[in-house]
């Protein structure tokens, strides 16, 4: 699905991620762990199409990045749903609008999801705040909303960043249920933390491999995960 | 700009939708309907200027070529005669439809504004008037002047050109001048137009960023802009050419002047030129930001 080959990655100053080897394939369940500021967000980003490798290649659904213009990597990113460590929502609509929007700019028939739509809000517990506007919600609520939005295409992969960053650990139990539940339906799924406590309690019903940036390269952790 | 319309057609029809994506865009709309709506209003008079004098110039141009004059001074006791001849002349010349003398009567009437109506015109020594009107091939006018100086030498072919020249040259210029202003005036437009859509996409990064976090095409992006602003564009053109057309209806009547004024005003089919504004203004509004949010668009990561 998504290949990174020998990646290296620098915003300008020294390298901050290098020899990354790593294949998201069907159906697999990755954590990726590391302390703050060592490349979590920058891999995912690396993943989606966002950051182009400084050197190495990064395949997306088997095609080369580096080969893809803005309109193919636009359709890729239909098949990737994307939890963005900071949510980035449009402040002016509401939140059912929000988490509609990946239908939305692909053209889709609002009305046939709408279901769909309705479902998917009550899941995440945001029904009551469909329509309240992104400002007005909590750090959790913004949260299970950005997890809302990520699923709403039924995406082949899903990357979080840091999805349950701002919730509490019945909600982040909630939400880890939602992904091992995709991840049971086939989707790849990818879930950058560094809540050790959430990988353990997730291990018991998932098959995952958990992966830590340590010394900007990419490692299998170890047995105590 | 490849006017490519179904297109247009498909950006003009719009998705609910799809126009809620770009948040309302403030300042930017009112200075594109503003500037749509002022430059409609000056198009309207430019358009006025070019085809008044346009107007002015076929006039001229009609009305002076058909006619000419042929002046004979002589001594009074040849003056007869030598009148005689050109008539003669004129009358046996290829593309000229009724020569006449002017009457004493005539004479003294076309003088009487300079000197008073008690002149003595026939003790004066004042030259024969002849009038000669054209058929619509017109005469060769070298050949005329060379045939009456054999004829009559007394006689002078003045056929208007000296003086018909420089109007109709000065009709051509200002109709010139009428369009320049015209191309400058949608030049302007499409500066300010592409200014305002530029601010509005620049404000708007971090939503374009959003848009295309969830798959968002360029083209769906930059649609959204461009129906904004082609839109805008119309709305502003079609009060400010409203308002220029009523302004010239309003202008007061130049004609009874008896002046070469023909008056600023549309005639006939002229007036689809005024409809055609607020549309030539969407089309500049539509290319102007197409071009520019797809130029942004390149140059965002
Ligand atoms: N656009 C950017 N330009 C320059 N440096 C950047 C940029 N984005 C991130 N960085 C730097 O790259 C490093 C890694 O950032 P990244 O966001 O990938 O870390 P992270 O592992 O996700 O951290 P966290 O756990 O805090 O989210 C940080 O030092 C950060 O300051
Ligand atoms: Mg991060």
Redesign the interface.
């Given at each position: 699905m998504i290949e990174l080959d020998d990646v290296a990655y620098s915003y300008g100053g020294g390298e901050l991620l290098s020899e990354i080897k790593l294949d998201l394939q069907p159906g697999s369940f990755h954590f990726l762990t590391g302390p703050s500021g060592a490349g979590k967000t920058t891999l995912l980003k690396l993943c989606y199409g966002?950051l182009v490798p400084t050197s190495g290649h990064a395949r997306l659904f088997g095609k080369e990045l580096r080969g893809m213009v803005?309109?193919d990597i636009?359709?890729?990113?239909?098949r990737i749903g994307?939890v963005?460590q900071d949510c980035?929502?449009?402040?002016?609509?509401t939140v059912t609008?929000n988490i509609a929007?990946?239908l939305?700019?692909?053209?889709r028939d609002?009305l046939a999801e709408s279901a769909n739509l309705k479902e998917l809000t009550q899941w995440v517990g945001l029904s009551n705040r469909a329509d309240a506007k992104p400002p007005e919600l909590s750090g959790g609520e913004r949260q299970r909303a950005a997890l809302a939005?990520a699923v709403i295409?039924s995406p082949d992969v899903i990357l979080a960043d840091e999805p349950t960053g701002n919730v509490d650990w019945e909600m982040s139990q909630r939400l880890m249920r939602l992904l091992i539940e995709l991840n049971r339906m086939g989707k790849t799924v990818m879930i950058a933390t560094h809540d050790l406590a959430l990988i353990r309690a997730a291990k018991s019903h998932v098959q995952a491999r958990v992966l830590r940036i340590s010394n900007r390269r990419l490692q299998l952790a170890g047995a105590d995960l | 700009m490849r006017p490519d319309l179904s297109r247009i057609a498909d950006v003009l029809a719009g998705d609910a939708?799809?126009d809620?994506?770009v948040?309302?865009t403030g300042f930017t709309a009112w200075l594109t309907l503003f500037s749509a709506a002022a430059m409609a209003f000056l198009a309207v008079f430019a358009l006025a200027l070019s085809l008044a004098t346009g107007r002015l110039a076929d006039r001229w141009a009609g009305e002076l070529a058909h006619s000419a004059t042929v002046r004979i001074s002589a001594p009074a006791g040849q003056l007869a005669a030598q009148t005689e001849a050109a008539l003669k002349v004129l009358r046996t010349t290829e593309g000229v439809k009724s020569a006449r003398a002017l009457t004493d009567a005539e004479q003294r009437a076309l003088l009487e504004p300079w000197f008073g109506p008690d002149l003595p015109v026939e003790t004066l020594p004042i030259p024969r008037l002849v009038e000669v009107v054209e058929t619509d091939e017109g005469f060769d006018a070298e050949g005329l002047r060379l045939r009456l100086a054999a004829e009559a030498p007394g006689a002078v072919l003045d056929d208007h050109t000296r003086w018909r020249r420089p109007l109709a040259r000065a009709a051509a210029r200002l109709r010139f001048l009428g369009w320049l202003s015209l191309g400058l005036i949608g030049g302007a437009m499409a500066a300010m137009i592409t200014l305002a859509a530029n601010a509005a996409l620049a404000a708007n990064s971090?939503?374009i960023?959003?848009?295309?976090?969830?798959?968002?095409?360029?083209?769906?992006i930059a649609r959204a802009f461009v129906r904004r602003f082609t839109l805008r564009a119309l709305g502003g053109a079609a009060v400010g050419a409203g308002l220029g057309a009523l302004a010239v209806l309003m202008l007061p009547e130049a004609q009874r002047a008896g002046t070469f004024l023909t008056g600023l005003g549309f005639r006939g089919w002229h007036w689809l030129w005024v409809l055609a504004v607020p549309v030539l203004a969407g089309l500049v509004a539509y290319a102007a930001t197409r071009m520019a949010a797809f130029k942004r668009?390149r140059e965002m990561p």
């Open positions: 966002a803005r309109d636009a359709v890729a990113r239909r994307v963005h980035q929502f449009l402040d002016h609509l609008e929007l990946p939305t700019v692909s053209g609002l939005r295409m | 939708q799809a809620r994506v948040p309302p971090q939503v960023g959003v848009l295309r976090l969830v798959g968002a095409r360029d083209d769906y668009l």
